[in-house]
Each structure stands twice: as C-alpha cells, then as structure tokens.
C-alpha cells in the first residue's frame, strides 16, 4: 500500500499531537515576566536583553520540532532499522544536551529526557 506525502504528513500530525501534553507547555512561575541578559566579555559592548518568555517558546519549539524528527524517522519506509536507530541515538544525545533548560518548565512531564543509565 501505497500513501501520499499528504497523507504520511496527516500521520504524522496525527502521531505527534498524541505525543504532546494538551495545550500550551508552561513556564515555571518564577521565571514569568523574567528576562534573560546576556553580558559580553568586552564591556564596551552592549549587553542583549530578551524576555524569557520569547526564550523558554524558542526552546518549547526546538523540542517540538525534535519530535518531528523522531517521528518522522521512525515512520520512514527506505531508512532500515539499524539507521533508524542510529539517528535516534543522535535525537537522545541532543534532548540530554538540552536537560540544562528544565529549569525553565513548570511541569517535570514537559523536561527533555537524555539518555537513562542502567
């Protein structure tokens, strides 16, 4: 049986949204209405200043969009599964890289997950 990019991308969005928690991913609350300063070494140079609101959507959507991937992989017919699970290992290392932003979710179910010890 044949499928349609269309239809593997309704899959898909299918699969993920299952995947997601329901509604928007929160940011704990003591970071609401917080801001982020990023400070130079040269202190001649202006320091940068942004929300963490805009930074914690930035990062909820890298998540997001990693999960695409997973998916996307996992649903792919020419990949065999030893490359699937070679790129899925890669997908592991970089959610454990990004354990450092849990600090930002309110709720432990929205924290990136590396891989598990034994």
């Known amino acids: 049986m044949e499928i ?7 899959i898909l ?12 991913t929160p940011l704990g609350d003591r970071w609401v209405g917080g801001r982020m300063i990023l400070v130079p070494k040269d202190h001649t140079m202006q320091e940068k200043e942004i929300p963490i609101e805009i930074f914690f959507h930035k ?3 890298l998540r997001d969009r990693l999960r695409v991937m997973e998916q996307t992989i996992n649903a ?3 990949l065999d599964d030893e490359d699937k699970l070679q790129l899925q290992q890669y997908i592991t290392k970089i959610y454990g890289t990004l354990t450092t932003f849990n600090v930002l979710f309110k709720d432990k179910a ?9």
């Open 110 to 118: 929205h924290h990136f997950v590396g891989q598990k010890t034994k």
């Open 4 to 10: 349609t990019r269309e239809e593997l991308k309704s």
């Open 13 to 24: 969005r299918e699969l993920i949204q299952e995947d997601l928690p329901v509604g928007h």
């Open 76 to 78: 792919h017919k020419k």
């Open 59 to 61: 990062i909820v959507m």
